[in-house]
């Protein structure tokens, strides 16, 4: 309902929420998500990122153990008190690869699965933010995971369309 939204937020699940600069890479990506969706988050998901200190402590909240990095990057979220709760981390090793070798100058062996996961778990984020602020409910769904997976696949894919174009000039 409009009172559940007007009363309720998503918030990001770190201790304090810095903002980075307007041109970075996930805010670059936070953009494109949203346009290509026509819709607006509301919020900067980079105020979301966490470091490893706090991953291992939304781990052991999960029952996930440190080793499941996964692929460099992970996205976490709760319902607390009628918020929404978000984290993203992403590993050093991908940050830094990442910054060296930079998807908006170009693509290829040395970044481009590093690419996929940054942007697989943004796209996690920003969806699970669009979702609460339509329909909390479905959070709570047994397909929404799911859901999210299948939409974090499109998103890469597009965002690799796009970035690719860009490149080449096209």
């Known amino acids: 309902t409009d009172a559940d939204r007007a009363t309720s937020s998503v918030r990001p699940d770190v201790p304090e929420a810095s903002g980075v600069a307007n041109a970075s890479l996930l805010g670059q990506c936070q953009r494109l998500l949203e346009n290509t969706y026509g819709a607006r988050t509301g919020v900067n998901l980079e105020d979301f990122i966490v470091?490893?200190?706090?991953?291992?402590?939304?781990?052991?909240?999960?029952?996930?153990?440190?080793a499941e990095y996964g692929e460099g990057g992970r996205f976490f979220y709760y319902l607390s008190?009628?918020?929404?709760?978000?984290?993203?981390?992403?590993?050093?090793?991908?940050?830094?690869?990442?910054?060296?070798?930079?998807?908006?100058?170009?693509?290829?062996?040395?970044?481009?699965?590093?690419?996929?996961?940054?942007?697989?778990?943004?796209?996690?984020?920003?969806?699970?933010?669009?979702?609460?602020?339509?329909?909390?409910?479905?959070?709570?769904?047994?397909?929404?995971l799911a859901e999210l997976e299948v939409q974090a696949k499109i998103d890469v894919f597009l965002a690799l369309v796009f970035f690719l174009q860009r490149l080449e000039g096209a």
């Not at 991953?55 to 440190?66: D, F, K």
């Not at 929404?84 to 040395?110: N, S, V």
């Not at 996929?116 to 397909?143: D, I, Q």
């Open 51 to 66: 470091g490893a200190g706090r991953y291992r402590q939304l781990s052991a909240r999960t029952g996930e153990h440190e």
């Open 81 to 144: 008190g009628g918020d929404l709760r978000m984290a993203i981390f992403y590993t050093d090793e991908l940050i830094e690869r990442l910054e060296q070798h930079d998807p908006r100058r170009g693509l290829g062996e040395a970044n481009v699965l590093e690419f996929v996961v940054f942007l697989e778990e943004l796209s996690h984020a920003l969806h699970t933010s669009l979702t609460f602020r339509e329909n909390r409910r479905r959070l709570m769904s047994r397909s929404f």
